[in-house]
């Protein structure tokens, strides 16, 4: 890890409310996981503790539909919903008692690329009545113990639950159905994030299905490919050093994900963003764009 990220991650903490920060590279070469993973403390000092935990927020979208896509040859309708290109509305607060049927009744066809939830979540029931058993137990496999839904996890097993602010999942489809999401509540470490991308990229040849996959698009400008986002231009928190075909995506809690295929490497941005409030990050985009480029 680059020695001089740690004074950029104390920077930002001391411009903001919330107070935790990891970040992380993956070298798909070697298998080795480089992380850090700065506190700041009540008196405004900074201290280093391994292995705390995230709200990663929409990076479950890569560990559920992207998963379910290099496991089974999944039909046209899957790619609709994981790439945004299915026309269903993008958010919506769901009711716990009908939250299945409501989402069923929207028609799907090819559209223009809409940011959708709720089509992550109609991916999961398309997936279960398909395949007659559940994503969860699907995809959960290809985890790594420190990776999970925010239902299973044993808060009290971690000691740093409450600096990490993992008592509660963010979003409020994923708290108020109660049950696994494909849209969100993953939570987890850097290195339960690195560790399950190498794991993947062991089994499925992760990145040259998604390279290939990207090469491969009618559309060169389509964003998104098997629920995995793309880096669109220079101003992209991919950094503008990520080659061209750089592909992660992004979470509303502060989080963020990238593999450059011509590197071999992928990066991992984590941090407790929302523990205050939603609205403050300005600091974190610039610092996203920042350490990508010192990261790569």
Same mark, same amino acid.
């Given at each position: 890890?680059?020695?001089?990220?740690?004074?950029?991650?104390?920077?930002?903490?001391?411009?903001?409310?919330?107070?935790?920060?990891?970040?992380?590279?993956?070298?798909?070469? !070697?298998?080795?996981?480089?992380?850090?993973?700065?506190?700041?403390?009540?008196?405004?000092?900074?201290?280093?503790?391994?292995?705390?935990?995230?709200?990663?927020?929409?990076?479950?979208?890569?560990? !559920?539909m992207g998963i379910a896509h290099l496991e089974s040859d999944?039909?046209?309708?899957?790619?609709?919903?994981?790439?945004?290109?299915?026309?269903?509305?993008?958010?919506?607060?769901?009711?716990?008692?009908?939250?299945?049927?409501?989402?069923?009744k929207f028609p799907m066809k090819p559209s223009e690329t809409?940011?959708?939830?709720?089509?992550?979540?109609?991916?999961?029931?398309?997936?279960?009545?398909?395949?007659?058993?559940?994503?969860?137990?699907?995809?959960?496999?290809?985890?790594?113990?420190?990776?999970?839904?925010? =239902? $299973?996890?044993?808060?009290?097993?971690?000691?740093?639950?409450?600096?990490?602010?993992?008592?509660?999942?963010?979003?409020?489809?994923?708290?108020?159905?109660?049950?696994?999401?494909?849209?969100?509540?993953?939570?987890?470490?850097?290195?339960?994030?690195?560790?399950?991308?190498?794991?993947?990229?062991?089994?499925?040849?992760?990145?040259?299905?998604?390279?290939?996959?990207?090469?491969? =698009?009618?559309?060169? $400008?389509?964003?998104?490919?098997?629920?995995? $986002?793309?880096?669109?231009?220079?101003?992209?928190?991919?950094?503008?050093?990520?080659?061209?075909?750089?592909?992660?995506?992004?979470?509303?809690?502060? !989080?963020?994900? *990238?593999?450059?295929?011509?590197?071999?490497?992928?990066?991992?941005?984590?941090s407790n963003a929302v523990k205050n409030h939603w609205y403050?990050?300005?600091?974190?985009?610039?610092?996203?764009?920042?350490?990508? $480029?010192?990261? *790569?």
């Amino acid at each position: 890890m680059n020695k001089s990220i740690q004074p950029h991650i104390e920077n930002l903490l001391s411009k903001v409310s919330y107070d935790s920060v990891s970040v992380g590279v993956v070298d798909f070469n !070697t298998g080795k996981i480089d992380e850090i993973n700065i506190v700041k403390l009540e008196d405004g000092s900074f201290r280093t503790i391994h292995g705390l935990y995230y709200d990663l927020a929409s990076l479950t979208k890569v560990f !559920t539909m992207g998963i379910a896509h290099l496991e089974s040859d999944l039909d046209e309708k899957f790619y609709l919903l994981s790439e945004h290109r299915s026309s269903i509305p993008a958010w919506a607060i769901l009711s716990r008692k009908t939250w299945e049927e409501d989402l069923l009744k929207f028609p799907m066809k090819p559209s223009e690329t809409l940011y959708s939830d709720l089509g992550t979540i109609r991916f999961q029931l398309e997936f279960e009545k398909e395949y007659k058993k559940t994503l969860y137990e699907s995809v959960k496999k290809n985890w790594s113990q420190e990776l999970c839904y925010w =239902l $299973d996890f044993d808060y009290r097993e971690n000691l740093y639950a409450k600096i990490g602010d993992v008592f509660h999942v963010h979003d409020p489809n994923a708290f108020n159905l109660g049950c696994f999401c494909a849209h969100a509540g993953l939570f987890g470490t850097v290195n339960g994030v690195g560790s399950s991308l190498l794991k993947l990229n062991k089994k499925f040849n992760l990145i040259k299905k998604i390279q290939s996959s990207i090469e491969s =698009l009618k559309d060169p $400008d389509q964003r998104f490919v098997m629920a995995w $986002d793309r880096k669109q231009n220079d101003n992209s928190f991919a950094g503008k050093k990520a080659s061209e075909n750089t592909f992660g995506h992004i979470g509303f809690t502060g !989080t963020s994900l *990238w593999i450059d295929p011509e590197r071999a490497k992928g990066q991992i941005i984590l941090s407790n963003a929302v523990k205050n409030h939603w609205y403050e990050k300005e600091e974190l985009n610039q610092f996203r764009r920042e350490i990508a $480029d010192i990261l *790569w």
